[in-house]
């Protein structure tokens, strides 16, 4: 008998659960499963764990997805993983790129929900911002995303699948060793991710791995809006880079613009980032705050983060708001942006002002919202899993 398999306990709410990885037909997707997971799979099968070594090494670093091209497996083994699995990403609804170069992709899950993943290209590097969660639960007034209910979290398969399937789109396998597109990982797209704590960290794991997608944790960053009690084991199992979502350095404020605040004030949120894992400069903790006209963008704000943050490695991205149709706010003046970053800046706290990238395209940060509540009914599910090849 083969040993059971390690199971993680979901952290996620079951009603949020994501659906079974099953393609139309009935297979099950390889992707997304841990390495333990896959060698028990071959297990299962009968097989050496070497097999699950090989198939590893033939997905995340390769790329191929189609069993036929396995060379190093014998043909019979290979007729045995196509009759019970896929190697399958989403599929994609829709594929914009921006005047900036940055590209942004509409994509589909097999039960018809849509999330979207947007790479942000620079000369030598690139930066990819990936979802993870259809919708999201925690209404921050400023974000387009929050205005989009929670329809689920994303899988482990889902997420690792929006690198895999940028990587497809970019012509990036197998893993380069020299500059890459994809360099970055942001988890700053929709959702928050450590409300899907699991299912992020298997996702994680496997990006990182050094014999696939080797994306290592200092090149990946995971942006919260600040779930107290998950930071210290994200630190701990992941210790990936942490950016946190702050936005107001008082109670009040940041009660409204983000909700979450209510539940983990700003008090415990500070707590928890001054025990984060630093390892020196390069560790340092990225608190994002948004500039709001005449909101939260002052001089004395700017002098209050200061204080607030005095005594963590940090640093401060300004993020000017980026408007969506509808919002109750607009973007703080450059005068404001550049007076509020020097205050921060003469504290001995980098402060760089994100520019907007893709904004043309509703790609930049806050504009993400897919059109999942229109699309998913009427599309067949059997169009949500695209098999790889
Ligand atoms: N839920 C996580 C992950 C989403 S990250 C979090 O809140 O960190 C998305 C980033 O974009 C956050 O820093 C968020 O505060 C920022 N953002 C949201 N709406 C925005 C907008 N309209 N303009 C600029 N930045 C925005």
Known sequence: MPAAPPTAVPYAPTAFAAPPQLAPDGRRNLVGLSRERLAHEMEVLGEKPFRAKQLWHWIYYRGVGDFAAITNLSKRFRAVLEDKFVVACPAVSADQTSADGTRKWLLR????????????PETD????????????????????????????????????????????????????????????????????????????????????????????????????????????????????????????TNDDLRNQLVPLNRKYPIAQLMAACRGYPSGGNTRRITFEYIMLDGINDSPAEARALVRLIAGIPAKVNLIPFNPWPGAPYGRSSARAIRAFAEIVNNAGYASPVRKPRGEDIMAACGQLKSASVRTQKTRAMSEGLAARS
């Not at 097999?110 to 790479?119: F, L, Q, T, Y």
């Open 125 to 248: 590097r690139g930066a990819l911002c990936v979802s993870s969660q259809v919708g999201c639960t925690l209404s921050c007034r400023f974000c387009y995303t929050g205005t989009q209910k929670l329809a689920r979290n994303l899988d482990a398969a889902e997420i690792v699948g929006q690198v895999m399937l940028a990587r497809d789109m970019l012509g990036e396998w197998p893993s380069p060793r020299g500059a890459r597109k994809i360099s970055n990982i942001v988890l700053m797209g929709m959702g928050e991710p450590l409300y899907n704590y699991d299912h992020v960290a298997t996702a994680m794991k496997i990006v990182m791995d050094a014999e696939g997608i080797a994306i290592s944790k200092r090149r990946i960053t995971l942006s919260t809006a600040g779930v107290v009690p998950m930071i210290e084991r994200c630190g701990a199992e992941l210790g990936v880079n942490l950016a946190i979502s702050l936005h107001a």
């Open 109 to 120: 899950m097999i039960d018809g929900h849509e999330v979207e993943a947007v790479h942000i």
